[in-house]
């Protein structure tokens, strides 16, 4: 069966997907919107990572950027069963040690519920603000993910030798709850796709339409293969914005509206292209209206996805 996991609102404020009434909320929506996902099924709720926004980019990025770490920290202790997913952080923007030690804290507070998110970023003024290479962030991703790997891995004081990073003989304190954090890869380019393949136990695709998504599957899965890599690979997608029922309101053109039953023919089609988990959002004017949302797709949506 499909999962389906969720974006938290207020939390990030791009105007590519923010409803308005996110930029009044807080805490106590965060908190509330959690405990619906926790209760009603939802996979994961994810949070997402900027440091700061340049000027050029604050009129459609926002400057409403949480922090992932905080956010979902404070979300585990409100929540019990619903994992908690960095989408995604922003690793080259920091020493890799201190990402470890952020990502193992949070893992051994939720009791287990951490998967790490990660990505290259974009925003250029980020990482000249924070004194981090721009021009190599792919690389530096590549190797940050080894370094991840080996500070959150199963033994006591891992080793790690990088071309740009070393660590020898460094505990990490409090360790993962989970022996394996998993380590899902966002990004839609050639490097990020050869990067999920290589490196990741997921991927995250970042605005791939329906009809790209078989052929980048498949090149996902060739890459594997040819590498020798045997365990699976958990393939996400985002879905449309969705309206469950029938909305009193214009919900936009590029919403997917109605009945249950139709939303999840539609659906439907992620999971037979070999899609593992699909990123819901919701049209909403409210939080209660979101969380009305939520439920109704929980109940009448989700049993039927297959």
Request: charge should be neutral.
């Amino acid at each position: 069966m499909v999962a389906y996991g969720m974006q938290l609102p207020v939390q990030s404020q791009s105007t590519l997907y923010a409803e308005p009434w996110e930029a009044g909320g807080g805490p106590e929506d965060l908190a509330e919107v959690a405990g619906v996902a926790d209760r009603c099924g939802f996979a994961y709720i994810a949070a997402c990572d900027h440091v700061a926004i340049p000027r050029r980019l604050a009129g459609a990025m926002s400057t409403v950027w949480y922090d992932p770490v905080a956010t979902l920290a404070h979300l585990a202790a409100v929540t019990r069963r619903v994992r908690l997913l960095s989408h995604v952080a922003v690793v080259g923007l920091r020493h890799p040690l201190i990402t470890a030690k952020q990502y193992a804290t949070l893992d051994h507070l939720s009791g287990g519920r951490l998967i790490l998110g990660v990505g290259a970023g974009h925003v250029r003024e980020e990482f000249e603000a924070l004194g981090a290479d721009f021009e190599r962030r792919g690389d530096v991703l590549d190797e940050t993910v080894d370094a991840l790997r080996a500070a959150l891995g199963p033994e006591e004081f891992p080793e790690f030798r990088g071309e740009r990073f070393t660590f020898e003989g460094l505990g990490q304190r409090p360790r993962p709850v989970q022996e394996r954090v998993p380590v899902w890869i966002g990004g839609s380019s050639p490097a990020a796709l050869r990067r999920a393949a290589l490196k990741g136990d997921g991927w995250l695709p970042q605005g791939d339409p329906r009809d790209r998504l078989p052929g980048q599957i498949a090149k996902l899965r060739r890459l594997r293969e040819e590498a020798g890599i045997a365990e699976p690979l958990v393939i996400g997608a985002i879905t449309e914005a969705l309206y469950v029922g029938d909305a009193a309101w214009d919900v936009g053109r590029r919403t997917l509206g109605g009945k249950p039953d139709a939303l999840a023919e539609s659906l439907r089609v992620y999971g037979a292209m070999g899609v593992d988990q699909i990123q819901v959002r919701f049209r909403s004017r409210s939080r209660t209206e979101l969380t009305d949302q939520m439920r109704a797709f929980a109940e009448g949506v989700a049993p039927l996805l297959g």
